[in-house]
Nanobody
Framework: QVQLVESGGGLVQAGGSLRLSCAAS????????MGWFRQAPGKERERVAT????????YTADSVKGRFTISRDNAKNTMYLQMNSLKSEDSAVYYC???????????????WGQGTQVTVSS
């Protein structure tokens, strides 16, 4: 089992940048595919980006492609989401998730962090 803690959220102006981090503890993160998901008020949870256990396979949602980059450092048991050119519609609670299985399958993700709020002011 793995425990996940997100950090790096906050308030930023449109066009700005933030970097989210997800620290994993318990079993080494290299066992797991990992991903970032987000949920805005009144909306369904959206898959933002995912990354395979070795970083070899990544997925980025069309809505953030070219602006967000997912990465991981297994030596530090940490995953990152670099968010650039932020827009007001990126405002949401961002969740880190992990699981064993293909990183591209939504059903892979069994473990979830508590979330970190990202608010983009226009």
């Amino acid at each position: 089992q793995v425990q996940l803690v997100e950090s790096g959220g906050g308030l930023v102006q449109a066009g700005g940048s933030l970097r989210l981090s997800c620290a994993a503890s318990g079993r080494p993160s290299s066992y797991y595919a990992m991903g970032w998901f987000r949920q805005a008020p009144g909306k369904e949870r959206e898959r933002v980006a995912t990354i395979s256990w070795n970083g070899g396979t990544t997925y980025t949602a069309d809505s953030v492609k070219g602006r967000f980059t997912i990465s991981r450092d297994n030596a530090k048991n940490t995953m990152y989401l670099q968010m650039n050119s932020l827009k007001s519609e990126d405002s949401a609670v961002y969740y880190c998730a992990a699981g064993q299985g293909p990183s591209t399958l939504a059903t892979t993700y069994k473990y979830w962090g508590q979330g970190t709020q990202v608010t983009v002011s226009s």
